[in-house]
């Protein structure tokens, strides 16, 4: 399956700022992902993810993927919070839905791994059946699609109950006080940004477009394999990520600790290899009649 979507809190260019740290990828992650992936979509694709875009996101997909993220979605959608992360207990590196996916309240299902199940499965009904269009809000539906899939992908969305996928970790980037989520939501990202890429987000895509169709090519199929054919596998993305959450993000990152360059550099490659094979799982090839996911590869 390789190493998919680590970036995931992009930009949507709208009125309200975006909450980070406990809230998901940071400011680019999501946009950079979401950039990617619409430069795979079909022409029938491009023009059926148009059509059920908002107007605030001016025709581009990428725009809107950080949606999820925003203060008054957050609010006025409180129910979702918990839709955006599955944690695991603590210091197991294993994922289990029947265990892991729930609400602080217990309620099954409640997790980013059952949302994306949830969500894929209403754009694919409305496909199949166009009565249930009606029941369905498919804008909203692929808004929250494209950003969690982004989420579940962020290793420490998939991270421990005990310290909530790192935001009890308290530590500092540098010279700044941080707490561990923030630091894989935003600062590594940021941080790439400023060192290798004088802070331009569009040298950063193309240089993950080209590790994409060069470096990375040989991952590419695994990357966009799902079991039994099926158009998402959010299972395999999630036991994917806590077992990198224990392999680089909880490692060398306890309380009070300072990260630098050691840390940075060891995991920005982790970062940029799922960031730019996210594409893969916003937009595989499904069942035909799912226009607006289909892709020409």
């Known amino acids: 399956m390789g190493l998919k979507y680590l970036w995931v809190s992009g930009v ?107 969500y894929t499965l209403q754009l694919t009904s409305a496909c199949h059946n166009p009565a249930f269009k009606s029941r369905y809000n498919l804008t909203e539906a692929l808004m929250f699609l494209s950003h969690f899939v982004g989420d579940v992908h962020q290793p420490l969305h998939c991270g421990f109950l005990g310290d909530l996928g790192g935001n009890r ?21 940021d941080t790439a940004l400023k060192k290798f890429y004088s802070s331009d987000l569009n040298i950063m895509i193309e240089s993950l477009q080209k590790n994409l169709t060069e470096n990375w090519s040989n991952y590419i199929d695994s990357w966009e394999e799902c079991d ?41 490659p982790v970062v940029e290899k799922t960031t730019g094979s996210s594409r893969d799982s916003l937009s595989r090839r499904p069942k035909p009649c799912i226009r607006f996911l289909r892709v020409d590869l």
């Open 12 to 118: 949507i260019i709208v009125f309200l700022q975006l909450i980070t740290g406990s809230f998901g990828w940071g400011q680019h992650g999501h946009y950079v992902v979401c950039k990617i992936a619409e430069g795979y979509l079909s022409e029938n694709a491009t023009a059926a993810v148009k059509e059920l875009l908002p107007a605030s996101a001016e025709g581009d997909l990428a725009n809107v993927c950080s949606w999820a993220d925003l203060w008054a979605i957050r609010t006025h959608y409180y129910w979702s919070r918990a839709l955006h992360y599955v944690d695991t207990p603590d210091f197991r590196c294993n994922y289990d839905y029947s265990r892991d996916c729930h609400d602080s309240a217990g309620r099954k299902n409640r997790c980013v791994t059952g949302a994306i199940n949830n």
């Open 228 to 268: 039994a054919n099926r158009t998402v596998c959010p299972n395999p993305y999630a036991s994917e990520s806590v077992s990198l959450a224990c392999k680089y993000a909880y490692k060398n990152a306890t309380p009070g600790s300072v990260l630098g360059d050691d840390y940075f550099l060891s995991r920005l």
């Open 169 to 189: 970790i308290h530590l500092h980037w540098y010279h700044r006080k941080a707490n561990l989520h923030h630091v894989w939501d935003t600062e590594i990202i």
